[in-house]
Structure formats: C-alpha cells, structure tokens
C-alpha cells in the first residue's frame, strides 16, 4: 500500500487553473419578475430577434456547452519525470486516464468536498468500482506521486498511486503545493509523476503570455505540449476525457425556460444577459470579451464576484445573475 506525506502547502487551485484564464430541490421554472431583486435585462430585444431573458433562480446549476471551444482544453493528463516514464507505468495511468470523464470527476469532487469523505477513500473506493485492466508489471519499485494543494488535485494523485500499487508498484503520494513549487520537484526526480492540467500545463512551460500555444482541441493541446515537456526532461501520459477548465453555468430553470444547452444557443435566444464572474473578466478574453466576440452574446450587465466560488454560485442560484462563470469539474455542478 501506498504511504501519504506533506510537503509545501501553497496557493490555493485559483492560482493553479486561471494562469491564463448542488444538488436540492427543484428549480422554479418562473423567471424573476422585473419588480423583484433579480437585475433586469435588456430594454428589448436586439435586432437579431433575442428575447429578454431574465436569471431564473433555482438549486441545481447546469453548465452550457462551449460548442465553439473558447476555453483551452484543460484536460487531466499525467505529467512524469522522464525517467520513471516505462510503458509499463504509461500504461497503468491510461487506463485512469480512459475511465475518467468530466461527470465523473465532478462526482470525485462532490464525495470530497460537499460530502466530506477524504481524498483516499474517494479514490479507493472509486478504482474499485472502476475495474480497471491493469496488470501487474510492476517490480516494487518505489514511486513518489506528487500533488497540488487542492482537493481534486490530491484524489487524482491518490488515484494514479492506488492503480500504480495495483500493478506491483510501492508508492508515495505527497501534497506539495502550485506549480512553482511541484515543478522543480518533478524535474530533479525528488517527485515521479503529477496530475496536470494539459492547457494551462502547456501555457505554463512555453511561458510566453503574448502567444496561445494551447486550442480548444484537446490533441492540438497535446501535440503543443509534449515537445515543451521534452524540454523539461518530463514526459505526459494519455489524456483523460475529463476537464477542469473555466465554463459557463445557469440554472435547470433557465435551461427549462428558455430551452438553451450551449453557448451558441444562448446568443441565438437571449439578449441582455446579466453576467456574474471574477472582476477580471471584463478584460480577459475566456470570459465577457470572448463571449461577447466568439459567441456574440448580448451582456446587459456584469457583476463582479469570484472565480468559480460560492459568491457566483450563490448569485446564480438565487437569480442575481443569469450566466457565470465556474469551473467545469466543481462538485456542486452534481446531479445526484
């Protein structure tokens, strides 16, 4: 079995994710009234034939589509020290890799953090129900699992180590804190192996914040980042399907109302939407320039708010604000 120790505990996940960027009851399905404290809309409807749609508050949060893939792909990807990368271990991390989809982590992340179990029984319980094939090639050699300071980052680190174990493997995982700190780690070999992020990975190591080496297409993403990684003396895994990256949510409700799953349609349909994000996101191109310029999207309003935390999530559900931004993986975004 694998051990856990601690090492540096530093910035929390905002600082990790924006380098470059729950369930209840049912949804009331009435919009807010215009008398009411939801902000209003737009005076009337714009010329392409968008309605007026006001926030319709309700519990459960649902992430619109980014059909035409604003967001970089921050898909999970194991991040290793060159010299640990065997095929055999390559092999044990894309089988996680292939079990692990977006719905999936956010139920990793809603056992974590909403229900309050730990890290390792999440994962434990998890590899369990996962079945994964996995063979055991292993030869007892020691492998040190590193992980940011934030919960999904160490349940995915807890994951790679049980399924390493699962092939004969002894294995470590140690909490060390953002990537300034875990990347130094990993190059020298005092860590083998972390979960990343491929886009902000990708951003991070090329280092040049003029130019977007990173896309929307998660292959494209990969094929950036590996030569970079090569630089590095690192080498990446397969991708997971599952993504931790900035998304757009609003209410079942506000789906329900107005009949909206992505983006596109959301501009199609309304105008005048009152948008809830970070303070900087009237200036970043992820967020009100990008849904404004990619999507053509009518903001009325922006109130300023948090990145993905309860500040956003409480003003969508209570009908403060129509559209926010989250992150797409967050527990709250569970269905169950």
Not at 219 to 229: K, M, Q, R, S
Not at 318 to 334: C, K, N, P
């Amino acid at each position: 079995m694998h051990t856990r120790s601690y090492l540096l505990a530093a910035t929390a996940v905002a600082s990790l994710a924006l380098t470059a960027c729950s369930s209840g009851g049912d949804d009331d399905s009435t919009p807010a009234a215009s008398g009411s404290d939801a902000p209003a809309a737009s005076e009337s409807a714009s010329a392409s034939g968008t309605q007026e749609c006001l926030p319709v508050p309700g519990d459960q949060l649902v992430v619109l589509e980014d059909d035409l893939e604003l967001q970089n792909s921050d898909n999970i990807i194991p991040a290793l020290n060159q010299e640990v990368a065997s095929q055999d271990v390559l092999d044990v991390l894309a089988a996680v890799s292939g079990a692990l989809d977006t719905p999936t982590l956010i139920e990793l992340n809603k056992s974590v953090d909403i229900d309050r179990q730990t890290s390792e029984e999440v994962a434990e319980a998890w590899l369990d129900q996962a079945a994964l094939s996995i063979s055991e090639t292993g030869d007892d050699s020691t492998i040190v699992v590193g992980a940011a300071n934030f919960s999904e980052n160490i349940t995915l680190a807890e994951i790679y180590a049980d399924a390493l174990d699962e092939a004969g493997y002894e294995t470590e995982v140690r909490e060390i804190g953002n990537r300034e700190t875990y990347l130094p780690a990993l190059e020298s070999g005092e860590i083998d192996i972390v979960p990343e992020y491929a886009a902000t990975f990708a951003e991070f190591l090329d280092g040049d914040v003029e130019n977007t080496v990173a896309s929307g297409d998660i292959a494209e993403t990969v094929a950036a980042l590996t030569p970079l990684a090569e630089e590095f003396g690192l080498v990446v895994g397969e991708p997971a399907d599952a993504q931790d990256q900035n998304a757009f949510a609003v209410t079942q409700g506000f789906v329900d109302q107005y009949g909206v799953t992505t983006l596109s349609e959301l501009a199609e349909t309304c105008g005048g939407i009152v948008l809830g994000g970070p303070p900087e996101c009237p200036e970043r191109p992820f967020c009100q320039p990008g849904l404004e310029g990619e999507y053509g999207i009518e903001v009325a309003e922006f109130r300023s708010l948090d990145a993905g935390g309860p500040l956003t999530k409480n003003a969508i559900t209570t009908g403060e604000i129509a559209l926010g931004l989250v992150f797409s993986s967050d527990g709250a975004l569970a269905t169950s």
